[in-house]
């Protein structure tokens, strides 16, 4: 079942298929790898940028080979359910560079899952007491360190398109 309005044809689902892979392809590379001419492939990238489906292009870094060996998944709860405690924690944690990922959650005993990834145990410490602790309202934080990345990807299934 399709959430989104745009209709999208073989052509649009292997140009998503080939820059999840590969963010920095050229469009001469990416025209001749989906197998159109080069205008109208770049015309289908930017309809697909314009309806929100492509968002952006990033480089993928290797935070271990960074010096940014160890992530943590916290749970974070709130003392109150407010809008007001909510927008706070959210404001807050967007300015923490650390963060890659925050989510309100529901369905465990905490409101926050954070992804945060830091050089060592010493910087996480120094995060989680002078940074998540001192923002208004959080009541309670449960650390899970990560052991070893089984999936990790940015890539979105596309085979329900």
Request: hydrophobic share 40%; glycine share 8%.
């Amino acid at each position: 079942m399709k959430s989104h309005p745009f209709q999208m044809d073989r052509y649009d689902r292997h140009i998503l298929a080939l820059l999840q892979q590969d963010g920095g392809l050229s469009n001469l590379q990416l025209a001749e790898r989906v197998g159109l001419s080069p205008s109208p492939c770049s015309r289908r990238v930017q309809k697909l940028e314009e309806a929100g489906i492509i968002r952006g292009r990033a480089a993928l870094l290797d935070g271990k080979a960074l010096g940014l060996g160890l992530t943590v998944l916290i749970q974070i709860s709130m003392d109150r359910h407010t809008p007001e405690r909510f927008e706070n924690f959210e404001a807050t944690v967007r300015g923490f560079e650390e963060v890659q990922q925050c989510y309100l959650i529901t369905g465990q005993s905490a409101d926050y899952l954070l992804k945060v990834v830091v050089p060592d145990m010493d910087s996480y410490q120094a995060f989680l007491l002078d940074k998540i602790t001192r923002i208004e309202g959080v009541s309670g934080v449960h650390s899970s360190f990560v052991m070893r990345r089984v999936v990790d990807t940015t890539a979105l299934p596309l085979n329900y398109l």
